[in-house]
């Protein structure tokens, strides 16, 4: 049998509502489709504004461009996340400054971010890792003692919440990812999510290449024209109609990947201790989305060697982010071992098994009958 790390998950209406789409004689952006989702979202989260993206990584570009983020400005991250957190802020001047985890969560370490602020600091980015809410009690008390918004990647994260509030909802501004790697997929897309009223307005702009078409489509203005800056980012109708069929059946996508990770954790739960392994930590404040299940193993040795044992059985599982002060790109924002320990010690050591939305109870045991099978020398 192959069991692949990912497999994009079709929930059932995806195609019904595309040729329903199709049918509305409007494909591009903010078609009838794009109208329900942005409804679901705001309803379901409680939030004055989502929009949709043509990705996550637009959605954060779309932030450090409502930030005003310019040449020498400074944004807090952490080392342990995807390109896109940081780029999307690079990519308008900024300086990243990479914050170490927690090693419990892997989520940035909210003791370690007040040392990090300086006068230049523009924004706090938050990642949700594993869809696992960051400390935001913290976090937020920084963000109103230095007067520097909060931004959430909350790629991992939709539907997790923190102390019973929706991640995504506390930062000014968050993204989200529909990525065929996420719980909810288009293939490619994303949304920005508003909680910050200010950034409405200009946001809508910024979406629609610096115009004010937005509101000249709600008749506010009788021509619509130049404005601001902006770029394109808006999705068509036609993803948003795929991804309106993955929101609507969210309960049935979540039971799903919530029974496959519960499985996982608990037939593994006493092997991982056996072997000083270490599993996901949801702490009793949050609740998590399912998002994925990994492993945290002693060496690096072992996490090469299991890898390796679990491929030669047609499984595919992954390690995951490469310290980001330590790649190229980091070195040149002067990123240097020894600067994030616990990201590097724990992005060396973990790996990520197949997980997905319908991945069956058989495909399961399988992955952990091979687990159960490899020699710990
Ligand atoms: C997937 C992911 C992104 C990028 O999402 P895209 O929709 O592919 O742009 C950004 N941040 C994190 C934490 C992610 O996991």
């Given at each position: 049998m192959h069991i692949p790390f990912n497999r994009p998950f079709v929930s059932g209406k995806e195609l019904e509502f595309i040729q329903e789409a199709i049918g509305h004689w409007r494909i591009s952006g903010d078609g009838v489709f794009t109208q329900k989702c942005h409804g679901l979202l705001e309803k379901e989260l409680g939030l004055p504004k989502a929009l949709l993206t043509t990705s996550c990584t637009h959605a954060l570009e779309m932030t450090a461009l409502l930030l005003r983020i310019e040449p020498g400005d400074e944004v807090i991250l952490?080392?342990?996340?995807?390109?896109s957190t940081a780029n999307a802020f690079v990519l308008r001047g900024a300086r990243p400054v990479f914050v170490d985890i927690r090693?419990?969560?892997?989520?940035?370490?909210?003791?370690?971010i007040e040392r990090s602020l300086?006068?230049?600091?523009k924004a706090i980015v938050v990642v949700h890792y594993a869809g696992v809410g960051c400390e935001m009690d913290a976090i937020l008390e920084l963000s109103r003692k230095y007067n520097v918004p909060v931004v959430e990647d909350n790629a991992h994260g939709l539907f997790g919440s923190y102390r019973g509030r929706y991640l995504g909802?506390?930062?000014?501004l968050a993204s989200l990812s529909f990525h065929?790697?996420?719980?909810?997929?288009?293939?490619e897309g994303g949304a920005l999510l508003i909680?910050?009223?200010?950034y409405i307005e200009r946001a809508e702009i910024i979406r629609e290449k610096g115009t004010n078409r937005s509101r000249f489509f709600r008749g506010q203005v009788d021509k619509y024209t130049w404005v601001d800056v902006g770029s394109s980012y808006l999705p068509s109708d036609i993803l948003a109609a795929f991804l309106c069929a993955q929101l609507e059946d969210r309960e049935t996508i979540q039971a799903n990947r919530k029974r496959v990770w519960e499985s996982y954790d608990a037939q593994l739960k006493n092997w991982a201790a056996e072997h000083g392994i270490q599993v996901p930590f949801v702490p009793p404040h949050c609740a998590q989305p399912y998002h994925m299940y990994f492993l945290v193993l002693p060496s690096l040795e072992t996490r090469e060697a299991l890898m390796a044992h679990l491929t030669s059985r047609g499984i595919y599982s992954v390690f995951h982010y490469l310290p980001l002060h330590l790649s190229a790109m980091g070195r040149e924002f002067g990123g240097k071992e020894g600067d994030c320990p616990v990201t590097e010690d724990t992005s060396d050591r973990l790996l990520r098994l197949?997980?997905?939305?319908?991945?069956?109870e058989a495909e399961q045991e399988e992955v952990i009958a091979a687990l159960r099978e490899f020699r710990f020398s």
């Open positions: 952490p080392s342990f996340t995807f390109v090693p419990d969560t892997l989520n940035i370490d909210e003791t370690q300086t006068s230049k600091t909802t506390f930062g000014a065929e790697t996420k719980n909810f997929i288009c293939g909680n910050d009223r200010q197949p997980f997905y939305t319908g991945m069956t």
